[in-house]
């Protein structure tokens, strides 16, 4: 149903937990499912983290440019992607690069891998949430921006926070623009970790606030850090009681959005009515 690219930005991390957070509270009706894939050019970092390093063997992104190169990204894709609901294969994710080195070998993937998650609706019944990272998204991997039906700037709620937003959120704003998408496509996804209220940081940064996360240290560990909290304590916790709140105000302004971007069907002249030419509609 959607591509939700989420977009750190440079001196605040957040954007992969509040990815995972998003991905495991994202709503799902009978036959849906939710992928998160880690796009981040500098690295993933789920394995070692939420999935504690238990993966049977190795899985992600590295292994897909040898598969896009030979046409076969797309058989490639499915076999990369490793189950968080326990068996049920509704919420899965795709482990990113384990090195920074890896990056310039996904220079010619990062087109085809976003044609791949924009399109992969149409039959498979997924939504995606591609984590960029604090600097992902740009150059080739631009592609992962421009099919998104939402891009998210994840903003902690700080000066800190705001003042190294505002040159990652403007780029990110010129680009939709430069490229036709539209900046209405961009919203911020803040993490209430200072003083600044939404209303402040979206009229800083000129962007529309989509939703708030809480600073909940102990659970985000869970997703960054694969600490224990506790099954129904982490389930309960603040953070993933908001991301609920948050992944369903996400959902609704990816329908809204794309109801809005839906062609409109051509009006019919009414019969009788007259036709370029001095002519009349037949009867």
Not at 77 to 82: A, C, D, G, K, T
Not at 221 to 226: A, H, T
Not at 266 to 274: D, E, L, R
Request: aromatic content about 2%; glycine content about 10%.
């Amino acid at each position: 149903m959607a591509l939700i690219a989420v977009a750190g930005c440079p001196g605040a991390p957040g954007a992969t937990t509040a990815a995972l957070a998003l991905a495991m509270a994202w709503p799902l009706v009978p036959g849906r499912h939710v992928v998160m894939a880690e796009c981040d050019p500098d690295g993933g970092s789920v394995v070692a983290g939420a999935l504690r390093g238990a993966t049977p063997g190795p899985h992600g992104l590295q292994n897909l440019p040898v598969a896009a190169r030979t046409g076969r990204l797309g058989e490639a894709f499915w076999r990369q992607l490793l189950d968080l609901s326990d068996g049920a294969r509704q919420r899965l994710v795709l482990p990113g690069l384990t090195s920074p080195a890896q990056a310039p070998g996904m220079q010619s993937v990062w087109p085809q891998l976003a044609d791949l998650l924009a399109g992969i609706d149409e039959g498979a019944q997924h939504d995606v949430i591609a984590d960029l990272g604090r600097r992902g998204g740009t150059e080739s991997a631009a592609a992962l921006v421009l099919r998104a039906d939402l891009v998210l700037a994840v903003v902690r709620t700080t000066l800190r926070g705001v003042h190294h937003a505002e040159h990652r959120v403007r780029a990110l704003a010129e680009d939709l623009d430069t490229r036709g998408v539209g900046r209405d496509a961009l919203r911020l996804l803040l993490v209430a970790a200072g003083p600044y209220s939404a209303a402040e940081i979206s009229e800083r940064l000129q962007v529309p606030v989509a939703a708030e996360l809480p600073f909940d240290p102990k659970a985000a560990e869970v997703l960054s850090d694969g600490a224990d909290l506790g099954e129904r304590r982490f389930r309960r916790s603040d953070l993933m009681r908001h991301a609920a709140t948050a992944a369903e105000r996400v959902h609704a302004l990816v329908l809204q959005r794309r109801e809005q971007l839906a062609p409109r069907p051509a009006p019919h002249a009414p019969q009788g009515a007259a036709v370029p030419g001095g002519a009349h509609a037949a009867r």
